[in-house]
């Protein structure tokens, strides 16, 4: 499930259109946003107010959010470890692609494991993975439970669920917390613009 070849029969195809090249055509860089959350947290919400105003600023975006990413290119997985682990290497491996592309890419995912969210960082080069923590204490989700999801996890319904019968391991250095559980959604996402800038990812407003 790591991804391996199969066939030693391939060689990586140099292409004349290069990143950087895009990156120019495109008018800013290219990065990999990658919020991480319990569930309820704010992730996905975030992740798309971020996507709107970067859109409104005229850059390439796109967001890979989990359940929409669980209804095609994962749909085959369930929620075990293992399951969760090639789960988002292949996230990991398709946000790299869209790296390449020129795009800002937003990935909205529990991504529960540390050595998982590592391993995607360790695809690209240092810099193009930024780490967003969306903190909001597990009480507040619960209390949220926007698709019911605790409730049935705490009947017994739903196993390996993230927070009641399965861990979350919050990021050590993260490139930047947000406090969705107290924050409103407006200061939540000038926080992240304001990380992109600071990192000359996008131009600043100001």
């Given at each position: 499930?790591q991804?391996?070849?199969?066939?030693?029969?391939?060689?990586?195809?140099?292409?004349?259109?290069?990143?950087?090249?895009?990156?120019?055509?495109?008018?800013?860089?290219?990065?990999?946003?990658?919020?991480?959350?319990?569930?309820?947290?704010?992730?996905?919400?975030?992740a798309?107010?971020?996507?709107?105003q970067?859109?409104q600023?005229?850059?390439?975006?796109?967001?890979?959010?989990g359940?929409?990413?669980?209804?095609?290119?994962?749909?085959?997985?369930?929620?075990?470890?293992?399951?969760r682990?090639?789960?988002?290497?292949?996230?990991?491996?398709?946000?790299?692609?869209?790296?390449?592309?020129?795009?800002?890419?937003?990935?909205?995912?529990?991504?529960?494991?540390?050595?998982?969210?590592e391993?995607?960082?360790?695809?690209?080069?240092?810099?193009?993975?930024?780490?967003?923590?969306?903190?909001?204490?597990?009480?507040?989700?619960?209390?949220?439970?926007?698709?019911?999801?605790?409730?049935?996890?705490?009947a017994?319904?739903?196993?390996?669920?993230t927070?009641?019968?399965?861990?979350?391991?919050?990021?050590?250095?993260?490139?930047?917390?947000?406090?969705?559980?107290?924050?409103?959604?407006?200061?939540?996402?000038?926080?992240?613009?304001?990380?992109?800038?600071?990192?000359?990812?996008?131009?600043?407003?100001?």
């Amino acid at each position: 499930m790591q991804g391996n070849k199969k066939s030693s029969n391939v060689v990586w195809h140099h292409a004349t259109v290069t990143r950087v090249r895009r990156e120019e055509l495109n008018g800013h860089r290219s990065v990999i946003l990658w919020f991480t959350g319990l569930s309820g947290a704010g992730k996905s919400t975030l992740a798309h107010a971020v996507e709107e105003q970067l859109h409104q600023r005229r850059c390439r975006t796109f967001v890979f959010d989990g359940d929409n990413v669980r209804h095609g290119l994962c749909s085959d997985l369930g929620f075990s470890a293992e399951d969760r682990e090639e789960n988002i290497r292949r996230v990991g491996e398709m946000a790299k692609l869209f790296l390449e592309a020129g795009v800002i890419s937003l990935t909205a995912f529990i991504s529960p494991f540390r050595s998982d969210r590592e391993r995607v960082r360790s695809l690209v080069p240092h810099g193009d993975f930024l780490e967003i923590y969306c903190r909001c204490p597990l009480e507040v989700c619960e209390a949220r439970d926007v698709k019911g999801l605790y409730k049935r996890a705490r009947a017994g319904e739903i196993k390996d669920f993230t927070g009641i019968s399965s861990p979350y391991e919050e990021p050590e250095v993260p490139e930047l917390v947000v406090d969705t559980g107290n924050l409103p959604l407006e200061e939540s996402v000038n926080q992240v613009l304001d990380l992109l800038e600071e990192r000359g990812i996008i131009a600043s407003a100001r």
